[in-house]
């Protein structure tokens, strides 16, 4: 295993050899010298310019003896750029097996001078290929334009046994991307620690998220044969097939999310749908060809986002879309969680579980958001415990008025459960709106203050009755009802790492020591 080394000033691709006295200047004609487990260097304060693709071109051995790229010397990142991308990536590309690649302390400048091209960082599996094992820490991704975003991890829509997981981010920065500070599509096992992303949402025409997540997704409003009755077929591609149809839905209101049928899938029942024998049907009641019908495949799952932060994410004002969420469980995200994160003055909601189930939002704080402290649609048991939404809702381009939810259920959610927390509205809002075709929603043990009412359909159990008399930064005074109010469900830690007492406060604060009045 050999370490190389790189600066693009004082180095030289003809008479350099590549080590720390004679290094190389550029990193694209040398990827060949370099061996599975080898460690590349890049000198702090220099640049490289990427004329084609930014690639890892050798998996490491292990988690412990991984190929490494990173920095050397003092001063700022060494930064990465890509002015005249001919690829629509600057990509990070697993076409062979890549795995267990290291990146530490570099900068990824995503803009371009193409005019056709947007540049963004992309780890890929594709075909039948797999990544894994990926560490990134101390990188910063910035600038990616258009609809583009500043890092994607992605299953490939045309692989079929393909599949990354295994990645985590720590002390990232993901900012100023045209749509997405990150997202992670049909993958699993995706960790993000101590990360940030802000002023994301920029240019793109649907709008971006801050950090986000999703399956493969088909959207299609025709190519429908009937069967029989109401009952329409099509013809899945070998990906989807593979990535197996667990989601589907309509625009129709009442029936958004469909149920599967696997008893007799070529003969749904209205609002089910079945799959067999490479084709997908449905049933909603009406022809679906001239519908808008989205179906998931790939899934993505296991996505965990702890200490992270994301503020001022924006939505484009020219977008149909509520976007612009600090975090997004999007487009079917399930079993995942964000922990101890805080989300704050974003264009759209602070947290959001958008048709996925199983997802826990737990020790979190989220405030002078412009939607919402956290929005759910068409998802199933989600968790909120242990966190403080406060001073949400303030309105935007899109939503400039309203009596919505400082939590806000919009339609076909079942069964959420919100403990513990501290819900703060503005006056005018609704604590938890749960209306819209939402059942089985329980609040227990909440402070919900400041609020036109408490909650439009669920009835709270063992409420914390008053001010909960919080400072401006919306900490428990020292004379708070939310002290010890709490049920105990371990010593695990507040939103700013304290060690939560037993019984512990209501709310994303807690502290073996009082905060000042």
């Known amino acids: ?78 930064v990465f750029s890509f002015p005249n991308s ?15 690649v290291t990146l530490e302390d570099l900068d990824f400048d995503c803009a371009t001078t193409n005019a056709t091209k947007n540049t963004s960082i992309l780890l890929a599996a594709q075909t039948t290929s797999t990544a894994t094992g990926w560490r990134i820490r101390r990188c910063r991704f910035y600038n990616a334009g258009g609809n583009t975003s500043g890092f994607i991890v992605r299953k490939d829509v045309a692989a079929t046994t393909a599949a990354v997981t295994d ?28 990360c ?25 409003t025709s190519g429908w044969t009937l069967v029989s009755g109401n009952i329409y077929k099509r013809t899945l591609s070998a990906a989807e097939q593979a990535g197996s149809v667990d989601y589907v839905q309509s625009p129709i209101a009442n029936r958004l999310r469909l149920t599967k049928n696997t008893s007799t899938p070529t003969a749904p029942a209205l609002d089910e749908f079945g ?44 977008s149909t879309f509520l976007e612009g969420n600090g975090f997004a469980f999007d487009d079917f995200t399930e079993d995942s969680f964000v922990r101890r994160c805080k989300s704050y003055d974003n264009e759209g909601r602070g947290f959001s579980s958008n048709r996925g189930d199983r997802n826990i939002i737990e020790d979190c704080l989220a405030y002078r958001n412009q939607l919402c402290g956290v929005g759910t649609n068409t998802s199933k048991d989600l968790t909120i415990r242990r966190s403080t939404f406060a001073a949400n809702n303030i309105g935007n381009v899109q939503a400039p008025t309203g009596n919505l939810g400082v939590i806000q259920f919009s339609p076909n959610v079942a069964n ?31 402070s919900i203050t400041n609020v036109s009412a408490a909650t439009t359909t669920a009835t709270p159990t063992s409420p914390i009755s008053g001010d909960p008399l919080l400072t401006a930064d ?10 010890g109010a709490g049920t105990f469900a371990g010593y695990v830690r507040d939103v700013e790492g304290r060690q939560r007492q037993n019984p512990p406060c209501v709310g994303a604060f807690d502290a073996p020591t009082f905060a000042i009045a």
């Not at 001919?86 to 267990?100: D, M, P």
């Open 1 to 78: 295993m050999a370490t190389w080394y790189f600066d693009s000033v004082a180095g030289s691709d003809t008479t350099g050899v590549g080590s720390e006295a004679n290094p190389w200047a550029t990193y694209e004609g040398k990827v060949g010298s370099t061996a599975s487990g080898d460690t590349c260097l890049f000198k702090r304060g220099t640049s490289q310019i990427i004329y084609t693709s930014f690639r890892a071109p050798k998996s490491g051995l292990s988690l412990a003896q991984p190929f490494v790229m990173g920095a050397y010397g003092t001063g700022a990142n060494p």
């Open 474 to 483: 919306y900490r428990p005074r020292t004379d708070s009802p939310l002290w």
């Open 196 to 220: 940030r992303a802000w002023s994301n949402g920029l240019t793109a025409t649907q709008g971006g998220h801050g950090f986000s997540s999703r399956w493969n997704r088909t959207d299609v």
């Open 86 to 100: 001919a690829g629509s990536w600057g990509a990070i590309l697993n076409g062979s097996n890549l795995s267990y």
């Open 167 to 194: 990645v985590r981010f720590e002390y990232c920065d993901f900012f100023n991307n045209g749509e997405h500070g990150v997202i992670a599509i049909g993958v699993s096992g995706i960790r993000y620690y101590k």
């Open 416 to 446: 959420a459960a919100i403990t513990n927390c501290v819900i703060v509205g503005k006056g005018t809002d609704i604590g938890v709106d749960d209306t819209a075709f939402a059942s089985g929603t329980t609040i227990t043990g909440c």
């Open 275 to 318: 799959v067999s024998a490479g084709e997908l049907y449905i049933n909603v009641g009406v022809t679906p060809n001239g519908l808008s019908i989205r179906y998931a495949w790939g899934r993505c799952w296991d996505i965990g986002y702890e200490d992270c932060q994301a503020w001022g994410n924006r939505i484009n004002t020219l």
